[in-house]
């Protein structure tokens, strides 16, 4: 197999434009300069305080050499989070370009309101801005304005409904209203010249968007964003070119170090960037930049030789899957299943330990997370989906590479 070109892409781009400002898009987590604007999947959970080792995580394109090191460190201390007093994580973040921070995830408040606020309060402090996020439900909704050289760029952020959302009187995430977002993204249009929408949604470990997903990101770009990147399933998912905007369902982990490193599946570590090149209001054309995280070290670096073609093959399969929604379905159709016995087993215990009047914490654990499946639309979609194949009187057929695609 030959090796293919950086430049990859399945979706007849134009060539690129004079001119053109370079868009390098990687999750979650964002940066920009003049000419460079970066989006990263730095999924932790309070972002100022965790200490996992960034500093150590310098691959050549994406963060600082090893031998740059601090001479002075950030002066504002930690009070809240899991690691009071620390520090020097989120001055590396800083240090390493990013200066423009998505909120919108699930986990942004598993410290506590005062945690969030002073999450946001370090970002303003660092001259850094946010979207996605807010004291409010409000504020949280609100987007975020750009202007880089003479292009108008706008941000929307949000995330999936969860315990993390922020409400009228707490602080938190934006919770995902897609018609809301897309009126909103409709409204702005006359405002900007490009509008990205970064959606935090999706099934985690499943390399295919549901038809929620789906229909949800493709009405964003019809109300007129131009480009819409999801996050959350920490697994790669396809790109599709839609109606002129694009469409990356899920970019996988740009850094998210596992727990257990030992026990953490192959595709945790191995993600991809897309550079986005836009001109005249529009994308002209894009780069694909598969790389991986050392589970060693914790170093990111590009994929090079067989492991870029071999993760650029597995792309073009998941980018194909997404040209038909029939097929599309059924692969994530097929994945449901293999989770619904997880599911069942769960509900099932939650059932038994009502039935016993158990009070324990793990019971009441439990009756949570059966009570998060039913009202969080990402454990919905699986449910729904294996429902559905179980309940109908056509046999199933299990696409034939479907462990491939979501093998470890």
Known sequence: MAPRNEAFS?????????????????????????????????????????NWGFARTVGKEFLVETGDVFSVMYDHEIEYGPHPGENWSF??????????????????????????????????????????????????AEL?????GSLRLSIFAAALEQPCSATDATPGANPLNAAGLAAAIANERSHSDFILAVIHDGKEHIPFPSRRVRENYRAFVDAGAGAVSGHH???????????GGLIAYSLGNFHFPACNKEEAPGFWNRAFSLRLY???????????????NDSATDRIDLMTGTDKVSFLDELSRLNRILENDVLCDRYYHGAAL???????????????????????????????????????????????????????????????????????
């Open 91 to 140: 001055y590396y973040i800083l240090k390493a370009g990013f200066t423009v921070f998505s909120l919108a995830n699930n986990h942004t408040r598993d410290f506590g309101d005062k945690a969030f606020l002073e999450t946001m309060r370090f970002i303003r402090e660092a001259g850094a801005a946010f979207v996605g996020g807010g004291a409010n439900q409000t504020e949280a």
């Open 278 to 292: 836009i001109g005249q209001s529009r994308i002209a054309a894009i780069d694909v930049l598969p790389h991986h």
């Open 233 to 243: 399933p920490h697994i790669i998912q396809g790109i599709e070119y839609y109606h």
């Open 338 to 408: 293999q989770f619904a016995p997880y599911y069942f087993t769960r509900f099932e215990d939650a059932f038994r330990q009502f039935r016993e009047r158990d009070c324990s914490s793990e019971a009441r654990l439990n009756m949570f997370y059966c009570f998060q499946c039913l009202n969080n639309a990402e454990h919905w979609d699986v449910l729904q989906s294996a429902t559905d194949v179980l309940s109908s009187e056509t046999a199933f057929a299990e696409p034939d590479d479907l462990n491939y695609l979501r093998k470890d």
């Open 144 to 148: 975020l304005r750009l202007k880089l």
């Open 10 to 50: 399945l979706m007849s781009l134009p060539s690129p434009l004079e001119s053109t400002l370079k868009f390098w898009h990687l999750e979650n987590l964002m940066t920009q300069d003049s000419h460079v604007f970066t989006i990263g999947s730095y999924n932790w959970w309070y972002i100022v305080s965790s």
